[in-house]
Nanobody, 116 residues
Framework: QVHLVESGGGSVQAGGSLRLSCAAS????????MAWHRQAPGKQRELVAI???????NYEDSVKGRFTISRDNAKNTVYLQMDSLKAEDTGVYYC??????????WGQGTQVTVSA
């Protein structure tokens, strides 16, 4: 069984930066795709950024040019560097790991609050 632990959330003023981390632990697993989603108050959870095992990435339009997703496969860790943060980036950010078997595992979420 795989367990994801997120860290790096917090409060920041608009224009600031935060870096989220998500580390996977467990045994006998192999991760294919990793992604970050977010859920703003009163809204549905949405995909923010995704990175494949080979390193190809894709981003939600509103974060392109501001957020960067990366991963360290040796550490089973995915990162989300968030720059030029806006108030509308506020929400709970969730890490998702998709195994080569197709099994999906979510992290517990970390709060990001951006004040205008």
């Amino acid at each position: 069984q795989v367990h994801l632990v997120e860290s790096g959330g917090g409060s920041v003023q608009a224009g600031g930066s935060l870096r989220l981390s998500c580390a996977a632990s467990g045994s006998g697993f192999s991760i294919n795709t990793m992604a970050w989603h977010r859920q703003a108050p009163g809204k549905q959870r949405e995909l923010v950024a995704i990175i494949a095992s080979g390193g190809s990435t894709n981003y939600e339009d509103s974060v392109k040019g501001r957020f960067t997703i990366s991963r360290d496969n040796a550490k089973n860790t995915v990162y989300l560097q968030m720059d030029s943060l806006k108030a509308e980036d506020t929400g709970v950010y969730y890490c998702l790991a998709v195994m080569v078997t197709g099994m999906r595992t979510w992290g517990q979420g970390t709060q990001v609050t951006v004040s205008a």
